[in-house]
C-alpha cells in the first residue's frame, strides 16, 4: 500500500478515487507544524532560527499519520501546489525522516483522473527554495506580530496586535477615510446643446473653448456661454468612423475572481472563498460521487494549460461557430511576481456546464461557478467589435463633442458582459449610441440647451473587493493572504462595515497613527512591496532567507527600542467608580478592553477580579452555564456548556484545576444522534475544518468512512447503505450513501 498525504480533508475523497486501491489518502487539514502560539520561538541572536513544533491540535492527527506511514511501502506528499503547500510537506516529511532529496513530492492543479495520474508519475524533491520563501514569510510575520504588539497594548489598549500585511492594508483603509473627511466638494456643470441633424437629433457636449479643455464652474459661467452661443453657428468640423475593438478578459485568478463575485454576485470574501474552495475540493454527482469542478483556487497567474485552450476552442467552434473563435489562441500576460506554475481558475472541463451541475450546488457554488465557467470560455473567444464615430462641432469658439458607438459583432459578450459596480449590465463607455448621418461641414440646427449642476464626489471608501484589488495592485501580500487579511481587520474591530463598504474604527485609527510614528518603513506601502517581491526572490535560490530577515530586522530593532523607550500614549485613562471590590477592598476602575468597557481592580496583578459591565454601564450579572449530564473523565464534575470562538463546547466546572474539554463538533443539543458508521460500527462524529465540514467516523485512520452530508440511521430500501439528508434547489432530499445506487427521495419530512 502506497500513501497520499494531501492537506484538505474536504477533497479526500475526490482525490482517493483517482488513486485506486493501491493506495490510501492521508489529509493533514493543513499545517501540522508550527512556531509555538505563547512564545516567540524565532532566536534572533542565531540567525533567526525558528523553533517548530508539533501543534496541540494536530498531535493526535500526526501520531496517526506516524502509524500509517509506517505501514506504507511508499509515502507521496501531495499537499497543495504552492508556496504553504511546499512547507506543509517538508514539514510532514521531518516528521516523518524523509531524506530531503528523495522524490517523493506529487502536486497537481486539478483533481482529476488524468491530472492525479500524471503527477503520480513526475515524483520530485522538496523545493528547499520553495520552503525558504514560506519560511522567511512566517518568521517575519512572527517578528512582527510579536515584537509590535506589545507596543500597541501600552500605548493603546490591551488585546491589541499588528501585522506584516494586516496593518499596511489598515493603513490603505484609513488613508482612504481621511481623504474623505479632508474632501472638499467643487461645483461644475455637464452643459449640452441639442441639436438637429438630417435624420434626428443629437446632444452635443461643451468640452473646450479656443482649443483647450474647459467645463463651466458655475451658473454665472453657464449663463455666460449661453449668451455667447445664442444665435450661433454650429459646424461640424470633424467626423472620424473607426472599428474599435474590445479584447475579452483574461480568465480569473484569486483577486479578480473575488472582485467579480462581489460586484456581480453581492458574495462576500468568505462566501466566495467557501464556495471556491467546495468547487475545488468536490461536489457530490449523482453517480460519480464526489467529482472537483475547477481548478486550484489561490492563483495570480493567468496561464492556461495547452490541453484546456485547445479543448475552450473546440468546444466554442461547436458551439458558437468559427466566427467566434479567434484566428490563434488568446494568452494574457501575468504579473512579474506570478507563480506562473500555477494555472488560471478554470473549470476542469467544459462538458460539465453550470445548467448540468445545478441541481447538485447550493445557490453561491452555482453562482460562482457560472462566473468561472463564463470567464475563462469567454476568454478564448473573439473580439466584440463596434462601429464608432466620434464628431466634432464649434460655435463661436466653443468646443463641443459627440461619441457614438453600435455593436457590429458582439464576440465574447455573448458569453460574459461587462457589469457596473453594483452588478448591473454596464452600459459601454461610448453609451452604444447610433448617430444620425452626419458629415464633414454640415450646419447643425440648435434646438436646447441641456445644462445640470454637478459637484465632485470624494474616493469611495473601499469594498472588500476593490481593497483586495487594492492590495494585489500595490504588491501587498498574495493570493493566499487577501481573504484572511481582511477578516483579521474586522475580528480586531480595527474597520466595521457600512453597507458593502468597509470604514475604520476609531480603534483602527489610532493604531494606524501609532504604527506610523514608530514604524514608518515597516507601515509604508511600498516597502511593504519590495519586501514581497523580496521573499518571491528567495525561490529562485538567489539569496539566504535568512539574510532577507536580518536585513529587515536590523532597523526594525532600532525602531522598536526607541518605541518602547518613549512614555507617548493614546491609552485611555482609568475612570475610577465607587464600586468597591470584594476581594480586596480597593475600589474599582473602568478599563476599555478588546471587547468594550469592563470594571477591574486597580491592584492588578496582585488582585485580578474584574466584572462585565452592560450597555448602561451597570454590572452586569453572571450568567449560570447551562449544566450537561456528561460526567468529566478526568476530575469527575459534571461538565458545563460554553461557548467560543468556533461554537459550543463542553468545559469542565473546575477550571483552571482541571482543563478538560470536549468538543461538540458544532451539534445542536437538539439533533437527533448521529448513527454508527456503517463499515465498524463506531460513533460517527461531524467534523468542521477551517475549508469544509463533513463526517467521518471516530475510528479514523483504522476506518475511513466519510460523508459529506449528514447521515440518517434510515437504510435505502434498494441497498441497504445509509441514507444522507442533501440540499437540492428548492427543498432538501435523502440520498444513498452508496455511490454506485441511484436511489433518492424528498425529505422534506427529515431532519
Not at 208 to 231: M, N, Q, T, Y
Not at 463 to 485: F, N, Q, W
Not at 531 to 550: A, F, H, P, Q
Request: net charge neutral; proline share 5%.
Amino acid at each position: 500500500m502506497n500513501l497520499v498525504v494531501i492537506e484538505g480533508i474536504g477533497k479526500l475523497e475526490t482525490v482517493q478515487k483517482y488513486l485506486g486501491s493501491g493506495y490510501k489518502v492521508f489529509a493533514t487539514g493543513g499545517h501540522v507544524r508550527d512556531l509555538p502560539e505563547k512564545r516567540l520561538a524565532v532566536n534572533v541572536d542565531n540567525d533567526f532560527e525558528p523553533t517548530y513544533v508539533i501543534m496541540n491540535d494536530k498531535k493526535d492527527t500526526v501520531a496517526a499519520l506516524k502509524k500509517v506511514a509506517a505501514a506504507a511501502e511508499k509515502v507521496l506528499l501531495a499537499t497543495d501546489p504552492d508556496r504553504e503547500g511546499e512547507a506543509i510537506s517538508w514539514h510532514v516529511a521531518t516528521l516523518l525522516d524523509i531524506p530531503e532529496d528523495a522524490p517523493v513530492r506529487i502536486e497537481f492543479n486539478e483533481i482529476s483522473k488524468s491530472a492525479v495520474q500524471n503527477a503520480l508519475s513526475h515524483p520530485r524533491a522538496i523545493d528547499k527554495n520553495l520552503v525558504d520563501a514560506q519560511q522567511a514569510r512566517r518568521v517575519l510575520d512572527r517578528l512582527v506580530g510579536y515584537k509590535v504588539s506589545p507596543v500597541l497594548c501600552k500605548k493603546i489598549q490591551n488585546n491589541l496586535s499588528a501585522g506584516r500585511v494586516q496593518s499596511v492594508t489598515l493603513r490603505l483603509v484609513v488613508d482612504r477615510e481621511r481623504e474623505i473627511q479632508a474632501f472638499v466638494a467643487e461645483e461644475y456643470w455637464n452643459f449640452f446643446s441639442v441639436l438637429a441633424a438630417k435624420k434626428g437629433t443629437v446632444k452635443a457636449a461643451l468640452v473646450g473653448k479656443s482649443g483647450e479643455k474647459f467645463k463651466p464652474s458655475s451658473l454665472d459661467e453657464v449663463e455666460a456661454i449661453k449668451r455667447d452661443l445664442d444665435g450661433a453657428q454650429y459646424k461640424v468640423s470633424g467626423v472620424k468612423k473607426t472599428v474599435t475593438h474590445a479584447h475579452p478578459y483574461a480568465p480569473f485568478i484569486t483577486s479578480t475572481m473575488q472582485q467579480d463575485a462581489l460586484n456581480k454576485l453581492g458574495m462576500s470574501l468568505k462566501q466566495t472563498s467557501s464556495a471556491a474552495q467546495t468547487l475545488y475540493e468536490g461536489v457530490e454527482l449523482s453517480g460519480e460521487g464526489k467529482v472537483a469542478l475547477i481548478t486550484y483556487i489561490r492563483t495570480d497567474s493567468t496561464r492556461v494549460s495547452a490541453q484546456a485552450i485547445a479543448a475552450a476552442r473546440e468546444f466554442i467552434g461547436e458551439k458558437f461557430g468559427k466566427d467566434y473563435l479567434p484566428e490563434k489562441p488568446n494568452y494574457y500576460a501575468s504579473k512579474k511576481s506570478a507563480q506562473d506554475a500555477h494555472e488560471a481558475i478554470r473549470p476542469i472541463s467544459l462538458d460539465r456546464t453550470p445548467q448540468s451541475v445545478k441541481a447538485h450546488l447550493n445557490k453561491f457554488q452555482y453562482q460562482l461557478y457560472d462566473l468561472i465557467y463564463k470567464r475563462f470560455l469567454a476568454s478564448q473567444m473573439s473580439d466584440a467589435t463596434y462601429d464608432s464615430v466620434a464628431v466634432d462641432i464649434t460655435a463661436n469658439g466653443y468646443d463641443f463633442h459627440i461619441t457614438g458607438r453600435t455593436p457590429k459583432f458582439d464576440g465574447y459578450t455573448k458569453v460574459y458582459a461587462a457589469y457596473d459596480k453594483d452588478g448591473a449590465e454596464k452600459a459601454d463607455k461610448d453609451g452604444d449610441i447610433r448617430l444620425p448621418e452626419i458629415s464633414e461641414g454640415d450646419i447643425l440646427d440648435f434646438v436646447e440647451y441641456d445644462c445640470e449642476q454637478k459637484f465632485t464626489k470624494p474616493p469611495a471608501r473601499y469594498t472588500e473587493a476593490s481593497l483586495v484589488k487594492a492590495m494585489e495592485e500595490k504588491g501587498i501580500g498574495r493570493p493566499a493572504t487577501y481573504s484572511p487579511t481582511i477578516t483579521i481587520l474586522f475580528s480586531r474591530k480595527y474597520v466595521e462595515r457600512d453597507g458593502r463598504a468597509i470604514k475604520p474604527t476609531e480603534l483602527g485609527m489610532k493604531v494606524t497613527d501609532m504604527l506610523i510614528k514608530y514604524f514608518p518603513d515597516f507601515m509604508n506601502v511600498g516597502f511593504t512591496a519590495v519586501m514581497e517581491d523580496k521573499l518571491d526572490g528567495i525561490e529562485d535560490g538567489g539569496k539566504r532567507w535568512k539574510d532577507i530577515v536580518s536585513d529587515f530586522y536590523t532597523p526594525f530593532a532600532d525602531s522598536l527600542k526607541a518605541a518602547r523607550a518613549d512614555d507617548y500614549s493614546l491609552k485611555e485613562p482609568d475612570e475610577p467608580t465607587d464600586y468597591v471590590c470584594e476581594k480586596c477592598g480597593a475600589k474599582m476602575v473602568i478599563k476599555t478592553g478588546r471587547f468594550g468597557r469592563f470594571l477591574a481592580c486597580p491592584n492588578y496583578p496582585k488582585c485580578k477580579n474584574t466584572k462585565n459591565l452592560d450597555e448602561n454601564g451597570n454590572i452586569a450579572e453572571p450568567t449560570q452555564p447551562e449544566v450537561s449530564d456528561v460526567v468529566c473523565e478526568k476530575c469527575g464534575a459534571l461538565m458545563v456548556v460554553k461557548t467560543g470562538r468556533y461554537g459550543k463546547f463542553l468545559a469542565c466546572p473546575n477550571f483552571p484545576k482541571c482543563k478538560n474539554i470536549v468538543n461538540l463538533d458544532g451539534e445542536k443539543t437538539d439533533d437527533a444522534p448521529l448513527p454508527p458508521c456503517p463499515k465498524c460500527g463506531k460513533p460517527l462524529k461531524k467534523i468542521t475544518t477551517r475549508r469544509s465540514t463533513f463526517y467521518g467516523c471516530s475510528g479514523y485512520p483504522d476506518c475511513d468512512f466519510t460523508a459529506s452530508s449528514r447521515p440518517t440511521d434510515e437504510k435505502c430500501p434498494q441497498c441497504g447503505s445509509l441514507l444522507l439528508v442533501k440540499t437540492g434547489k428548492n427543498s432538501g432530499y435523502l440520498k444513498c450513501s452508496n455511490k454506485e445506487c441511484s436511489y433518492k427521495r424528498d425529505g422534506k419530512d427529515d431532519r
